[in-house]
């Protein structure tokens, strides 16, 4: 699970940094988290992007969801 945590992480920063680099790989840019966690932006301009942030708790829920379900009947004692 931690290596399938580091692998999402670092293909979705790839992903921003490819698709802010290269502009045919623009629209990409929305299927990586890095794209909506921009806290620098909060900082520069005094307000917090509320649509941005929506997103990453909305994307954040349905993974807990997800993980109760999907778990809900899985036997994890050893």
Do not use: Q
């Amino acid at each position: 699970m931690v290596g399938a945590t580091i692998a999402f992480g670092a293909v979705g920063f790839a992903l921003n940094f490819v698709a802010l680099a290269w502009s045919k790989a623009a629209p990409l840019r929305f299927l990586s988290p890095f794209h909506y966690y921009t806290p620098g932006d909060a900082l520069a301009h005094g307000a917090v992007p509320w649509l941005s942030a929506g997103v990453l708790v909305a994307v954040g829920l349905a993974g807990v969801a997800a993980a109760f379900g999907l778990l809900a009947r899985r036997d994890l004692a050893p």
